[in-house]
């Protein structure tokens, strides 16, 4: 079976093909990063008009370097929600024109389920499983099953307030660093000290807080700056580092242990991080699997691959043909 995914929630347009759930023919990505950097950020008119410019050529690729047509494509999944409205609607009725234009299914995915499939691209994962998804809008951690042959995904918590990529982009910008800030603290954290030593966060149950964290660096690095102290960008990276590794890391294990796991997948933007990639090392009785980098950041090989699992769940009906589907910005707004 093969679907052809498109994904464009935020600043990456990209195109994959997917053999079977697991097999990646083709993943193209075209990322805008270089254009929101002057900004700090993405902003969200600009992201909308690079989509409309990009998803034709990155489509016309990815068919090119699966070296297939549309006659051979069995499904169309995109990713509806959430992300920028702007942005998700150009992949949407994109996706919509080739599906009625060639008579071919179409199915919307959640961006996140597409994150947490990720860590099922091109491995056998052993399940039950623990989930960790640490994106740019997200933290969350779920439970992952069997039952009567179908996959489950238990959302068991989430973050309170701030998720880990944000809480990494908003202090590289404190600290004058380009965006995305996340892979430049995790590699200026390598030459650092943790000289903050910043207090977990009594947070119950699996849910997560990070907002703490971010107010204490900020007045740190504020009051330091008032006083006209040079503050060492890598010690600050660094001590940022350890208080989200080791948030994360707590509530990881308790999952881990209750739930009695085979497995802890590590998916999303932030666990491109070697910071985390190292701690996370620790667990040595289960498998613990991180994606390729590529599969890493936004990417629509995840999003072919959370298709996937949806049919064979029958998550889906896929004789439906889905063309009322709308995109949704927020999970508020479902
Ligand atoms: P969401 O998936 O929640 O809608 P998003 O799609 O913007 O948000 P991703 O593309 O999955 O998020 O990830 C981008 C985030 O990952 C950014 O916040 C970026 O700083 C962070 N990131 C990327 N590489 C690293 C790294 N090496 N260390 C820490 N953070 C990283
Ligand atoms: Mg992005
Ligand atoms: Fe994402």
Redesign the pocket.
Known sequence: MKILAIES??D?TSVAVIEDGKKVLSNIISTQIDIHKEFGGVVPEIASRHHIENILPVFTQALKKADITLKDIDYIAVTNT??LIGSLLVGLMFAKSVSFANNIPLIPIN??NG?IFSSFIESDVKLPAISLVV????TNLYYIYEKDEKIVTELLGETLDD????T??KI?RILGLPY????Q??RLSVDGKDILKIKKPKVDGYNFSFSGVKTFITNYVNHERMKKNEISKEDISKSLQEAIVNILYDKVEKAVKEKNVKTLLVA???S???G?RKKFENFSDIEVHFPKMEY???NAAMIGVAAYYELKNKKIDDKKNNYDVDAISTKEEK
């Open positions: 929630s935020c990456e959430p992300g961006h996140i994150h994106s740019g809008g997200h998720a880990v990529g944000e990494y982009d590289a995305p800030g996340g892979p603290i995790d999303g933007g932030v491109a991080n070697k985390l890493c950041t936004d």
